[in-house]
């Protein structure tokens, strides 16, 4: 009798955390984005965990608002996640009036996913060797210097640097930030702040050149690039980091069953190697680390966008 309690009760255990699939990953932005290159190597491994299908929804719009959104209100069964960045989960609270989900209510946190490095990139024929040289630019001409914005971290780094230097940039809005690269590579726009995971191939074929890391020390990869401290403006280390988040209300058992099945891909040696190369720091956590740390998170982008000079809109 009590190895027949024992089996049922393991197979009620199974049946609670098991995931039916086809798991569906929403990502805020478009294909080519960071977040869409580092979502596409995890799902691969997920959805061979969990013996599922995975298959990758861009919804890139409204500063993520809209794949935000379309997670909070699924089903709450574990085959729907929302795979995101700060934009979302720290600093929409503070650049968008009357936001329509909570990012911590709305939420069950699975686990953090990492932290990826952003660049202040310029094209390779741009005649602006340095972020000085920049800024003088837009000194003698105010609001004829552009640069491209698709997430919270251009928007608000860029306002940053406007404020900080005393000058007058022109901020043009994109939905993601392989728009931003084609636009820099063609003319349109002067400069912008891009995840390396975005612009690796540009910087590496020589046809981006980098003008600073957004970062308190410098990129192993690109050594000679200094920081945006070193380049004279300090205060721009703010982390860009990713999560991964199922709607609220998900059961406990499926939570912690995707926490350990993703943790188990992110500590893949393979993995961290790639996301190296693409300037992604990559590591899980609890879901109580998640949640703790977008609260967190939640407060210091207020103050990040309070030194930008930015308000809600």
């Known amino acids: 009798m009590a190895a027949a309690l024992g089996a049922a009760a393991t197979s009620a255990f199974a049946q609670a955390d098991r995931i039916e699939g086809p798991l569906k990953i929403v990502l805020p932005f478009g294909p080519g984005s960071g977040t869409d290159v580092y979502a596409r190597m995890v799902a691969q491994h997920l959805s ?14 409204a500063n993520g608002i809209l794949a935000a959104e379309s997670v909070a209100r699924a089903k709450p069964d574990g085959n729907t996640l929302l795979f995101t960045t700060n934009t979302t989960h720290a600093a929409n609270p503070h650049l968008v009036k009357d936001l329509r989900y909570d990012p911590v209510k709305d939420f069950a946190p699975i686990s953090r996913m990492g932290n990826l490095t952003f660049f ?5 024929n741009s005649p602006f060797r340095t972020l000085k040289e920049l800024v003088e630019a837009a000194r003698k001409a105010p609001n004829t210097i552009s640069y491209g914005a698709a997430n919270s971290f251009g928007i608000v780094s860029g306002s ?5 230097a005393g000058v007058q940039f022109l901020r043009v809005p994109y939905k ?53 401290s070193e380049a004279g403006y300090p205060g721009f280390d703010v982390v860009a980091w990713f999560g ?16 350990r099945e993703l943790v188990a891909v992110l500590n893949r040696p393979d993995l961290r190697q790639k996301g190296a190369e693409l300037g992604i720091d990559i590591f899980g956590s609890s879901p ?18 309070a030194d930008a000079g930015l308000k809600p809109e």
């Not at 061979?48 to 719009?61: F, H, K, M, Q, Y």
């Not at 020589?206 to 990869?221: E, N, Q, W, Y």
């Open 48 to 61: 061979t965990a969990l013996g599922v299908s995975a298959v990758i929804e861009n919804r890139p719009g």
């Open 120 to 124: 202040l990139l310029v094209p390779a």
């Open 160 to 164: 940053k640097l406007g404020k900080n």
């Open 176 to 228: 993601s930030s392989p728009n931003i690269t084609t636009d820099m590579l063609g003319g349109q726009i002067h400069f912008a702040f891009v995840d390396l995971a975005a612009a690796s191939p540009l910087v590496k074929g020589g046809k981006m050149r980098a003008l600073a890391v957004l970062s308190d020390k410098r990129f192993p990869a690109l050594p000679d690039v200094p920081t945006m």
């Open 244 to 259: 991964m988040f199922a709607p609220a209300g998900t059961p406990q058992p499926i939570v912690a069953r995707l926490n």
């Open 288 to 305: 109580r680390e998640l949640e703790d740390y977008v609260k967190s998170q939640i407060a210091l982008w207020g103050q990040f966008t």
